[in-house]
């Protein structure tokens, strides 16, 4: 059977991403089963099943990961126009009062069924727009083209983050703070990023006031699909009250047990350098869906400081890794989205563990490759796939080029001496 020739070469796959990728996988398979408990039983009758089920997701993204490497970068590219205006047609689909299409769990409409298919839209959303923006801004030929991809860029976050951040604001700070960072990487004016974070953070004040003291405070509601809207303000009101609060006073409710269980489970595993040791935890019998967006409280329960440590270290040499590889690209737009889809998974990792430790209101993001989850999961697999795919591509350009300079050194001319002389 003949290999498509847009198929690339196995022989230049990039090992060290594979690498990290693979030791993210089995911290996530260690770590969901360490979190698997009772709790986790209650819920659906066998204390293995959610975890078997996210291992058949976590074996589903490697696949995923291994066949995207292996295609061309203007695929990554095209599939990411696709993914963009597939998940803005969900998110907005998903604004419609009595939407059949929006499932609601633990309060939040996130998640959009197809055909019996549950998926978050705004897990899309991350892939699609970074792919799209990093296409953008790599289109830049002269000074005329900045101001008109920089707006475009802009149009297509926002277009992009207001209907995520009706459900799910902090999905939508994470992805703009993205975008920001891509606007610097690609050099675009400091009139234009100041302006629009400057706007960003008016608008966000005027946010907060508006609903703490027009209807939270009033004991109002807003009607869909703002009524999230109370709920985040909501959560920024709490962890500022509970900072404040005496300890004497404080009293463990179903608003705060996940917080404070986390809270509990961070401290006995501080007690230790290397915690309670896996598998002795205590908390996850008590922290409902341990396995979920507070995993890294139990990670830190059962591993200490050093476990903590070293995790946040491996979400960093993964971005590490991605800037060292882009700063050996030709290609800027490959640059870019390489960048930008590290900086994501990085970002988000340091979210949710910051709110893990008491240190962030509460936000529903997952921790990458580790949280339970199956469109993260697969999210973040296609994220390395297009890294690594960028990687390859790379890779077997270079190996080309220097090929034909070897070639060219190793040619000798065929003088004839005779006619020489």
């Known amino acids: 059977m003949r290999i498509p020739d847009f198929i690339g070469s196995r022989q230049y796959i990039d090992k060290t991403f594979w690498t990290l990728f693979i030791i993210l996988i089995v911290v996530a398979i260690i770590a969901l089963f360490s979190a698997g408990s009772t709790l986790a039983y209650e819920a659906s009758g066998s204390a ?16 995923c990961a291994y066949v995207i490497q292996l295609l061309p970068v203007w695929m990554m590219r095209l599939g990411g126009y696709i993914a963009f205006f597939f998940a803005l047609l969900c998110l907005y689909i998903m604004l419609i009062p009595g939407n059949p299409f929006v499932v609601t769990i633990n309060g939040a409409g996130r998640w959009f069924e197809i055909a019996g298919v549950q998926f978050q839209p705004s897990e899309i959303a991350k892939l699609g727009l970074i792919i799209v923006v990093a296409d953008q801004l790599g289109r830049i030929r002269s000074e005329e083209d900045v101001k008109k991809r920089f707006l475009w860029t802009l149009a297509a976050t926002i277009a992009m983050c207001f209907p995520i951040m009706t459900g799910n604001l902090s999905t939508a700070v994470l992805l703009g703070g993205v975008v920001l960072i891509m606007w610097f990487l690609a050099r675009m004016p400091w009139k234009y990023i100041g302006i629009v974070t400057g706007s960003v953070v008016v608008l966000g004040i005027l946010f907060y006031v508006i609903v703490e003291f027009a209807f939270i405070r009033p004991e109002r509601t807003l009607p869909r699909p703002f009524d999230r ?41 501080g007690k230790s350098p290397f915690g309670v040791l896996p598998g002795n935890s205590q908390e996850r019998d008590f922290l409902p869906l341990a396995y979920a967006d507070y995993i890294f409280a139990i990670i830190v329960e059962e591993t200490g400081l050093v476990g903590a440590i070293a995790l946040i270290l491996l979400y960093m040499i993964i971005l590490c890794r991605a800037c060292f590889a882009s700063s050996k690209y030709d290609d800027y737009t490959a640059m870019l989205m390489t960048m930008g889809l590290a900086l994501m998974i990085t970002c988000q990792a340091f979210v949710s563990m910051a709110v893990s430790v008491g240190l962030g209101p509460v936000t529903g993001q997952p921790l990458p490759m580790i949280s339970k989850g199956g469109t993260s999961v697969l999210i973040t697999s296609l994220y390395f796939g297009v890294m690594m795919s960028v990687a390859r591509e790379q890779n077997e350009m270079r190996a080309g080029v220097d090929k034909s300079v070897r070639e060219s050194e190793e040619v000798v001319p065929d003088i004839n001496v005779n006619e020489t002389e």
């Open 229 to 269: 809207a109370i709920t985040q303000v909501g959560r920024i009101d709490k962890m500022i009250e509970e900072h404040q609060q005496p300890a004497e006073e404080f009293k463990l409710t179903d608003a705060n047990r996940q917080r404070s269980i986390a809270k509990v489970a961070v401290m006995r595993g």
């Open 48 to 63: 293995l099943g959610p975890i078997f089920k996210q291992i058949v997701f976590i074996v589903a993204g490697v696949a």
